[in-house]
């Protein structure tokens, strides 16, 4: 199995979905704060959301679905997770083959002389960060107006031409090029498997199973069956 996740999952763990009440989006217009142009605009401008979302991802820990996708990699039944999260928890809470679509939290890359530095030891509340040239650092996520990383994408896509079963969890799969990634394990034979708390445009198009609920009840349960 393959595993693609998406913002649902880590709800349980204290972190909003960027869309619909509470989410980030409600409380900073992306068009104005999550572009590239925005950041190369003004940086420390974009920071002040940037400060929000990495207070939210800093404290978050994993929940039960993230260990449960971590015990079927262990125990070998889960091969790899494509995740559009940039929280970290995957890895947080064991998982190994972890392919981020959208990038991550851990790193600060220069956008003029392209150095990368760890996150580590910078908080919310501290000064902007800076490279050794002065330039406002960037958080290593894709914003809107940047491309997706390219290994990130092509690992994505063979992992899905590859896989017996895909696992969809927490998300609707509808953004660009990450919805593609269904339709391929599906187009390959493999078997599509939804877990949502919902129904989503999805449910009815290409998903061959879905399962209603939260991620962390319907994980838990998946494992102890497979045990």
């Known amino acids: 199995m393959v595993a693609l996740t998406g913002a649902g999952i880590s709800v349980e763990s204290g972190i909003p979905a960027f869309r619909g009440a509470q989410g980030l989006w409600d409380r ?131 992992e899905a031409k590859a896989c017996g079963a895909l696992l969809v969890i927490g998300t609707s799969a509808q953004v660009f090029p990450a919805c593609d990634l269904p339709a391929i394990a599906r187009a390959h034979g493999a078997v599509v498997i939804e877990i949502n708390t919902e129904e989503t445009p999805l449910t009815r198009t290409t998903t061959d199973l879905f399962l209603k609920g939260q991620a962390s009840e319907i994980m838990s349960e998946l494992v102890e069956a497979m045990r």
């Not at 894709?142 to 491309?147: K, R, S």
């Open 28 to 158: 900073f217009d992306p068009m104005e704060y999550a572009t590239i142009e925005a950041f190369s605009a003004d940086p420390e401008k974009v920071w002040r959301m940037f400060s929000t979302l990495l207070s939210l991802l800093l404290a978050a820990v994993p929940n039960r679905a993230h260990l449960g996708l971590a015990k079927l990699e262990q125990a070998e039944r889960l091969r790899s997770v494509i995740t559009q999260n940039v929280d970290g928890l995957h890895q947080a809470a064991g998982s190994r083959n972890v392919i981020e679509y959208h990038g991550n939290i851990r790193e600060l890359v220069c956008l003029s002389c392209w150095k990368r530095f760890p996150l580590a030891g910078w908080s919310p509340g501290d000064s902007v960060p800076r490279c050794e040239c002065n330039e406002i650092l960037k958080p290593d996520l894709v914003l809107f107006g940047e491309p997706i990383p390219w290994g990130a994408q092509a690992a994505a896509e063979a």
